[in-house]
T-cell receptor, first 114, second 114 residues
């Protein structure tokens, strides 16, 4: 069974204090790993897709990396507006009825204090 | 602007009542999805549809029903058989290339029991 575990559950940072969020996964082959940002009362907003180990993607203060067992979301010099829940999801590289079925982690709640 | 529209934003259900949540997209996406989000849990897939007039059960389909009569629309009915319907419901859509494309989400409907 595919599993995704995110850590920590919650992270509190001071503005400018860089850190990383972890997404560990167990999947029968990986077709794609997705990172999303979710603000309270809103739907998840797509950030990155990673497809293979060693791949990296960057967007402003965020950088996502991927290994064969986990992904990290690095946040450099965060600002209060980066406060949100960050979700990780995986899609297995399996055919048939598995197509389209993402498995999500429970998320990391990030709070950045000014 | 292209996007996914969910309505209503808030919905209240009485005992024994069926309620329908609306989801419309103008992104020209083939695939559409319904998820349920509970506090502290990851998103769980209820139903998904790869093409008009076809849909598949996700991991927690019991007590729910869907239809896909138009490419743009994928309504979800929460039936009286769903005994714990209080949750945040999210609709998503994506291009269909076997699951390696990101899903894009609406801003959700929060369903509560009266």
């Amino acid at each position: 069974e595919d599993q995704v575990t995110q850590s920590p559950e919650a992270l509190r940072l001071q503005e400018g204090e860089s850190s990383s969020l972890n997404c560990s996964y167990t999947v029968s082959g990986l077709r794609g790993l997705f990172w999303y940002r979710q603000d309270p009362g809103k739907g998840p907003e797509f950030l990155f897709t990673l497809y293979s180990a060693g791949e990296e993607k960057e967007k402003e203060r965020l950088k996502a990396t991927l290994t064969k067992k986990e992904s990290f979301l690095h946040i450099t010099a965060p600002k209060p507006e980066d406060s949100a829940t960050y979700l990780c999801a995986v899609h297995p590289n399996a055919g048939g009825t598995s197509y389209g079925k993402l498995t999500f982690g429970q998320g990391t709640i990030l709070t950045v204090h000014p | 602007d292209g996007g996914i529209t969910q309505s209503p934003k808030y919905l209240f259900r009485k005992e024994g009542q069926n309620v329908t949540l609306s989801c419309e997209q103008n992104l020209n996406h083939d695939a559409m999805y319904w998820y349920r989000q509970d506090p502290g849990q990851g998103l769980r897939l209820i139903y998904y549809s790869q093409i008009v007039n076809d849909f598949q059960k996700g991991d927690i389909a019991e007590g729910y029903s869907v239809s896909r009569e138009k490419k743009e629309s994928f309504p979800l009915t929460v039936t009286s058989a769903q005994k714990n319907p209080t949750a945040f419901y999210l609709c998503a859509s994506s291009t269909w290339t076997g699951g390696d494309q990101p899903q894009h989400f609406g801003d959700g409907t929060r369903l509560s029991i009266l």
